[in-house]
């Protein structure tokens, strides 16, 4: 078990240590099936003459209960569109989705970047959900992500994977166990569960890459 830890260790140490790609991206590229999680929209200005002011984001019809974190200095307009089918959230039935995201009136100067928060929860289901974007600099260009993996102009991607059970009880117990004494260890437990989620989920990415 320990020849098998460290190495899920190291590895979860490098991916929080790998640079942003130079593009408009979804952080983070994966997340656990049927749970809410946390998004950043990733946006860096790649422009040396010109900044980012406006960001256009499309959302897939499998994320329900979006919600959205405060920008201070940006306006944020949201349109909603038809579902195919009903889908019960909280035990109510759900007929339409948060189709696309819109951020203006804020500004990201050259060489820097904004995050623009969300959370969701994510389809039962292993899958790839795509986030294409639009950048529109302040010269009138814009720029659109939308494009496959690999392209010049990929639109963000996010990989669902399933949990195993026994990783998941696990986790529950890490949870549960959690000390309410004071801050400090309570915030020693929070950060171990969430160390447990990434070895988990760099093992899960390891196997399948395995297979």
Do not use: C
């Not at 408009?24 to 010109?50: C, G, M, W, Y």
């Not at 720029?143 to 529950?172: C, H, M, N, Q, Y």
């Not at 929070?190 to 196997?207: D, F, I, K, N």
């Amino acid at each position: 078990m320990k020849k098998f830890l460290v190495p899920v260790l190291l590895a979860a140490m490098a991916l929080t240590a790998v640079p942003a790609a130079a593009h408009v991206t979804v952080q983070p590229t994966e997340a656990r099936t049927n749970s809410f999680s946390r998004f950043v929209v990733r946006v860096p200005n790649e422009r040396d003459n010109a900044a980012t002011v406006k960001v256009e984001l499309q959302l897939p019809d499998s994320l329900v209960a979006v919600s959205f974190e405060p920008k201070p200095g940006w306006t944020r307009r949201v349109e909603r569109k038809p579902l195919p089918a009903p889908v019960e959230v909280f035990g109510e039935q759900v007929t339409d989705y948060v189709a696309t995201v819109t951020w203006e009136g804020g500004r990201i100067g050259t060489g820097d970047f904004e995050e623009f928060g969300f959370s969701a929860r994510t389809p039962q289901a292993a899958t790839t959900l795509r986030f294409p974007a639009v950048q529109t600099y302040d010269n009138g260009e814009a720029v659109r992500w939308i494009g496959p993996a690999g392209s010049e102009e990929p639109a963000g991607e996010v990989k669902t994977f399933v949990l195993p059970e026994g990783d998941l009880a696990t986790l529950s117990r890490l949870a549960a166990e959690r000390p309410d004494a004071d801050d400090d260890s309570g915030d020693a437990a929070m950060s171990a569960a969430a160390l447990a989620l990434a070895v988990v989920a760099v093992g899960l990415s390891l196997r399948r890459r395995g297979a």
